[in-house]
């Protein structure tokens, strides 16, 4: 059994824990002090003291105080960068002019952050405008600094939420293309109001068209379409000034220092370059950025709450579970390099996002392709090619094409040869979101006809499959998405161009029409060349079935111009497609018809399409099937003296489905195998009532389902064995 400790060996004990517990306090208290001799001597913090504490009407000349602590300042300042506390106090000094007018410009020049802007110093240096003291000439440095460190906010949800009131100093002509740049920044859907729209038309016709007041209206526009009536011009130049300033020099050489790679956003933009060198031109747009985090360095923990830069996302569970606390990377170009961030791009609720990357995705398309000054050299390098196909991909991601491509698309195709970047430049054009009727013939349909009528037969294939493209993406997303009442038009939300179903469909029937003239003048120059009429035949094979298909209550048939070179196409796929084609048509007229009689529907089929239908079936099923053709009452009549003049016997069964050009090859292959011993080819006894039943088995059997389903729905096969097909 073990010993008990005695009474003084507990004693001896307690005193030991007791002088162990002294000089531990005692250490502490020693390390407390030490701090605080620390805080009292550092030079930094004895500066923000002053800067925090001086009195308001204090001189400014002669203050030898004064200049020894904003120079210490300026030291850490261009060495280190300034704490968000710093910059917030120095912030706070300059902008309530304490010390009068004149350090103004000073302190703000020195205004470089080693790590985050506090929203809050932001929001008070704003409210400090409005008093009215400040010269315009330090209120214009502050929002260029402002605009310098943007990305460097740590969140912008109170900055937003002054919105209305940095809107005020628009009127103000010398602030006003600052003030214009910062709102495009801050501008959200629920920002734009009517009378903000009417202020700035206002000013426009005061100075007029800026392109600063163009760019933000531009911006109006795209989120509320209805308020902001304005044709826009359609070469427009970036309207806000790229600021070089010395403070993104300070700032590139404040992270070296600190040991960060300096983010993209903040790289020297303008270079001097030899235009006589004979060096392989660069293309610093179309580089897509590396992800960085828009602050390289640790966040301030007094921020309003702990994000997480986007670059230091790994996985898609990692995306969501911090999917409200993402922060954006220095350029939002840097989403269009990974699919993790394009799967953000496309969760995410804030309009800023978007926002972003459709001003730097305008930018470089608009510097690159429309105001080089060398873009000869674009089809002999591969860096347009990787860029334009990465942005394919992006959209392709998305499942969506982004505003600013298709705007720049509106300008492109006034300049474009139609062989440059071909394949990429129809691939972005297929992405076209939905757009006004009146807004199409003007952005769309004058430059490609232009380009349709001189170009080769392959960009002529290329165009109606991309339009074709188009067009089953509006009809994909108007069977998904649309309201019954109010049909959206909204690419995910991005953007608010809304459009009653009536709007819709007076769009899509502009396209269909579109096409219609593009295919029937495409036949003409091309001499109904097979590989053209291909692609026309896919085009009418998605409208065909527009109503069944996607819902929409619409049928347009094909031109006579696109029906009748179909029809007598030489090739049997041709002619194997109408068949399907008109099937279908059938089918949803049919649909439509009962649809109409059981319920009262808001648009109706006109009676003039049932009646073009009517003439374009019965003419198709006496060509093919009684040998009819040209005769009265078959919707296409030729003169006896014309088909006599001919010299060809029997004209009007010369395209049945036996002496048809493109099926008559099968008709005396079927001969051969049904009457091996014959010398002679009698392709008419093949009109006999058993051999006919043969014979269309046999076409059936040749992978012509278009055909089959055309003469299971449109003739009645034994009211036709019994009359016979010895007609012609």
């Not at 826009?232 to 040991?259: C, D, E, H």
């Not at 394009?342 to 309009?351: A, P, R």
């Not at 076409?699 to 097909?725: I, S, Y």
Request: charged share 20%; proline share 5%; with cysteine.
């Amino acid at each position: 059994m073990a010993a008990k400790p005695n009474s003084s060996e507990l004693d001896i004990s307690r005193s030991s824990d007791q002088s162990l517990s002294n000089r531990s306090i005692n250490r502490s208290v020693r390390v407390a002090e030490i701090e605080k001799r620390k805080k009292t001597t550092d030079p930094l913090l004895l500066a923000l003291n002053y800067f925090a504490e001086v009195k308001a009407g204090t001189p400014f000349l002669g203050n030898d105080d004064f200049e020894r602590n904003l120079v210490q300042v300026e030291k850490v300042a261009y060495s280190q960068g300034l704490t968000p506390e710093a910059v917030s106090v120095m912030l706070e000094f300059a902008m309530s002019l304490r010390m009068g007018t004149s350090p103004c410009g000073r302190v703000l020049k020195c205004l470089i952050p080693a790590s985050v802007v506090p929203q809050e110093a932001v929001v008070r240096a704003v409210g400090w405008l409005a008093i009215g003291k400040l010269p315009t000439s330090t209120q214009i440095l502050f929002i260029k600094w402002v605009l310098t460190f943007f990305d460097m906010i740590d969140s912008k949800d109170q900055v937003r939420a002054v919105y209305g009131f940095i809107f005020n100093f628009v009127t103000d002509e010398n602030l006003c293309p600052y003030i214009c740049h910062l709102l495009y920044l801050l501008t959200s859907k629920e920002s734009v109001r009517v009378f903000r729209v009417r202020k700035l038309l206002d000013l426009q016709s005061k100075l007029g068209k800026q392109p600063f007041l163009l760019q933000l209206l531009s911006l109006y526009k795209i989120f509320r379409p209805d308020l902001v009536i304005l044709s826009l011009p359609s070469k427009m130049r970036n309207g806000f000034r790229n600021y070089n300033s010395p403070w993104k020099s300070a700032l590139i050489t404040v992270q070296k220092k600190n040991g960060y790679q300096p983010a993209s956003s903040v790289n020297p933009t303008f270079t001097v370059t030899d235009k006589n060198s004979n060096r392989k031109r660069k293309y610093p747009h179309l580089e897509v950025p590396a992800l960085r985090s828009a602050v390289n360095g640790p966040q301030s923990e007094t921020s309003c709450r702990k994000l997480v830069p986007l670059a230091q996302i790994q996985s898609f569970a990692q995306l969501l579970e911090n999917m409200h606390r993402i922060e954006l990377p220095a350029q939002m170009g840097s989403l269009l390099g990974s699919s993790l961030m394009l799967h953000y791009l496309d969760c995410v609720q804030d309009e800023s996002a978007l926002l972003h990357l459709n001003f730097w995705l305008g930018y470089a398309l608009q510097e690159e392709f429309l105001f080089s000054s060398d873009g000869g050299t674009l089809q002999g390098s591969d860096v347009p090619l990787h860029f334009l196909s990465r942005l394919l991909s992006a959209q392709h991601f998305l499942q969506e094409g982004f505003y600013s491509s298709q705007t720049f698309l509106f300008k492109f195709l006034n300049v474009w040869d139609g062989s440059l970047l071909c394949p990429e430049i129809l691939g972005l054009l297929s992405n076209i979101a939905v757009m006004p009727s009146s807004q199409m013939d003007l952005h769309l349909f004058q430059p490609l006809v232009r380009l349709f009528c001189t170009s080769s037969l392959f960009f002529k294939c290329g165009l109606i499959e991309c339009l074709n493209n188009m067009l089953l993406k509006w009809l994909t997303w108007h069977s998904v998405y649309a309201l019954e009442d109010n049909l959206d038009i909204s690419v995910s939300g991005h953007t608010s161009i809304n459009f009653t179903l009536s709007g819709f469909k007076d769009s899509v029937m502009e396209l269909v029409h579109f096409v219609g003239r593009l295919a029937t003048v495409g036949l003409q120059l091309e001499g109904g060349r097979t590989l053209l009429l291909h692609f026309i035949l896919d085009f009418y094979e998605t409208v065909s079935d527009m109503f069944l298909k996607y819902g929409l209550p619409l049928v347009m048939l094909p031109p006579p111009g696109v029906f009748y070179p179909a029809l007598f196409a030489p090739d049997a796929v041709s002619v194997d497609r109408l068949a399907y084609i008109m099937s279908r048509y059938k089918i949803n007229l049919s649909s439509a018809k009962s649809r109409e009689k059981v319920t009262e529907q808001p648009f109706h089929t006109s009676r003039q399409t049932y009646r073009d239908f009517n003439q374009y079936l019965v003419f198709m099923v006496n060509c093919l099937w009684n040998s009819k053709m040209f005769q009265p009452g078959t919707g296409l009549e030729v003169g006896e003296e014309v088909l006599l003049k001919s010299g060809v016997p029997q004209c009007s069964g010369r395209f049945n489905l036996i002496y048809h050009p493109a099926l008559l090859a099968y008709a005396v292959d079927f001969h051969l195998k049904c009457w091996p011993g014959r010398k002679d080819v009698d392709l008419n006894s093949i009109k006999q009532p058993a051999p006919w039943a043969w014979y269309l088995e046999y076409l059936f059997t040749q992978d012509f389902d278009g055909l089959k389903l055309f003469v299971q729905n449109n003739v009645n096969r034994q009211l036709a064995a019994h009359d016979g097909h010895d007609e012609g």
